[in-house]
């Protein structure tokens, strides 16, 4: 079992820089690959970004590839989306998954845990 709490999320104008984290506990988390997610009311889930157990491997959306970065911390137990130049269309609630590592990271299914969300808003 893993236990996921995102934090970080707020109110922010366009053009702003957020940092969402996500803090893991239970199951032994550097064996997991660790994904963000986004909800837009009225909207599907849709993947945002996908870190490996190592860190080395990254993907992105392309809606927010240049924008935003992930990274994880495996002693710290946490992973990050840092999201720059932050658009109107990125308003959502932002979720942190985790699978086991393997073949694919940007399909919801393909993860077995989530957090609770983490609402972010870009408004002007």
């Known amino acids: 079992q893993v236990q996921l709490v995102e934090s970080g999320g707020g109110l922010v104008q366009p053009g702003s820089s957020l940092r969402l984290s996500c803090a893991a506990s239970?199951?032994?988390?550097?064996?997991?690959?660790m994904g963000w997610f986004r909800q837009a009311p009225g909207k599907e889930r849709e993947f945002v970004a996908a870190v490996g157990w190592t860190g080395g491997f990254k993907t992105y959306a392309d809606s927010v590839k240049g924008r935003f970065t992930i990274s994880r911390d495996n002693v710290k137990n946490t992973v990050y989306l840092q999201m720059n130049s932050l658009k109107p269309e990125d308003t959502a609630v932002y979720y942190c998954?985790?699978?086991?590592?393997?073949?694919?990271?940007?399909?919801?299914?393909?993860?077995?845990?989530w957090g609770q969300g983490t609402q972010v808003t870009v408004s002007s």
């Open positions: 239970g199951r032994t988390f550097s064996s997991y690959t």
């Open positions: 998954a985790a699978k086991p590592s393997g073949r694919g990271a940007t399909g919801p299914a393909m993860y077995e845990y």
